[in-house]
């Protein structure tokens, strides 16, 4: 008889520590932390020049529990100086599996650069933020600072000219009123190191008034000397930041010195989801996803717009009725609009699984009500436990993104 209260017990306290891991995995506002799968794991991780932390964790995992808000807290503070990332064992088993993860938590440190990816180390640190930091930190600190400081004309001149590699290499400069490049657009720079793309810092204001900066921080993503593309976003946080060069450094014919929020070309147009491979190439890093009747032409006119208006974002249109719409209005806990005309509206993360919502779209200005909070990092985001499945038949002849 006595191994019945033993059991109850153990099932009640499995129990327990789920609840509390799920409460404290979807409390925070806060999207530092990112939360890793199989479908994006190598993409972000392996296939990056970027270093990481990656916590493998379980969510009956005590001691997981207990390294929750230290986790969260050093990620928060780095503000993705160092990416860090979470593993769900449970949801990933082969990922558990392919790195020999026998105990919970186990935590891998994955350094700089492709090439380094192949073997990481665990981390042997004490698991509290201030430790998790200094080990990032210290990641950070062992690369080679890939920006190039600029302190004379001569030496900006030089570094604006064109290139071996040609005129289609991208130049990415920081103008700042700190004496020496930050962390932040250190680690930016090593991200971008398989691409084309040279960054400098530049912390003299002698220069602002030939580039038009009224202030700084200001960041310009350069085609060339003189035509230039100036980041007008409200928020310098590394996505933001990493976004507005990878939606530019592949446009090549851009017309110079126009805010991106004002420029409209064709190539700001809204694909429509109807598969699962298009899905997951439109949304795998960030997605705006409209909820549309197709046969509504006021609806789709104002997902154009949107669009238009945010040139930076993928915009996606999902059509009433069909499998994608009935699979992601489940998995975003959206209902249909009681609003007459108006339609619902998600911003997804996919690298993430983080989404948020708005429902009752009827115009732009309902949209951008979504849009700019999340710009501007005030908008609470809810997360997923893994990749959304649409359904739907493959394309065979779906295009690659390019970046």
Same mark, same amino acid.
């Given at each position: ?18 609840? +509390? ?11 530092? *932390? ?21 916590? %493998? ?9 207990? +390294? ?25 088993? /082969? ?9 919970? !938590? ?13 073997? !990481? ?16 930190? =210290? ?13 004379? /004309? ?19 400069? +920081? ?35 030939? %580039? ?53 070309? =064709?190539?700001?147009? *809204? ?39 945010? !040139? ?22 959206? /209902? ?68």
């Amino acid at each position: 008889m006595a191994s019945r209260p033993s059991l109850f017990l153990l099932v009640a306290s499995s129990v327990l520590a789920l609840t +509390l891991f799920s409460i404290a995995a979807s409390a925070s506002s806060d999207d530092s *932390v990112i939360e890793l799968t199989q479908y994006n794991f190598d993409r972000l991780v392996t296939n990056s020049d970027a270093p990481w932390i990656v916590a %493998f964790v379980a969510p009956w995992c005590g001691h997981c529990q207990r +390294l929750h808000p230290e986790y969260d807290k050093a990620a928060k503070s780095l503000g993705g100086v160092v990416n860090m990332g979470r593993i769900n064992c449970d949801n990933e088993k /082969e990922l558990a599996q392919r790195y020999g993860i026998k105990g919970f !938590p186990t935590i891998k440190i994955f350094p700089a650069f492709k090439s380094s990816k192949q073997s !990481p180390e665990d981390y042997q640190g004490a698991r509290e933020s201030g430790s998790l930091v200094s080990t990032a930190l =210290s990641l950070l600190n062992g690369v080679r600072d890939p920006v190039k400081k600029i302190e004379t /004309e001569e030496e900006l001149t030089q570094f604006l000219a064109p290139t071996e590699e040609g005129e289609n290499m991208s130049k990415v400069v +920081l103008f700042s009123s700190k004496s020496a490049n930050p962390n932040l657009f250190k680690s930016i720079a090593i991200e971008f190191t398989s691409k084309k793309v040279n960054f400098a810092f530049v912390g003299d204001d002698k220069f602002l008034d030939k %580039f038009g900066i009224d202030k700084t921080p200001a960041v310009l993503l350069f085609k060339n000397a003189e035509d230039f593309i100036k980041y007008d976003g409200t928020s310098l946080k590394k996505t933001s930041l990493v976004q507005f060069i990878e939606s530019n450094i592949e446009k090549g014919d851009r017309t110079p010195v126009a805010p991106p929020k004002k420029k409209k070309t =064709s190539s700001h147009s *809204v694909t429509v989801i109807e598969d699962q491979d298009t899905f997951s190439k439109k949304c795998e890093k960030m997605c705006v996803i409209g909820f549309v009747d197709a046969q509504n032409d006021a609806q789709v006119s104002t997902l154009k717009q949107v669009a238009e208006k945010y !040139p930076e974002n993928v915009v996606v249109q999902v059509n009433a009725g069909s499998s994608a719409s009935s699979a992601l209005k489940t998995l975003f806990n959206l /209902e249909d609009s009681n609003i007459e005309g108006g339609f619902d509206m998600a911003v997804f993360r996919g690298h993430k699984l983080k989404f948020a919502t708005k429902q009752g779209v009827k115009n732009v200005s309902d949209a951008s009500i979504l849009l700019d909070r999340v710009i501007g990092g005030d908008q609470t985001f809810h997360t997923l436990k893994e990749f959304p499945q649409i359904g739907g038949e493959s394309s065979n002849t779906a295009t690659k993104d390019e970046l």
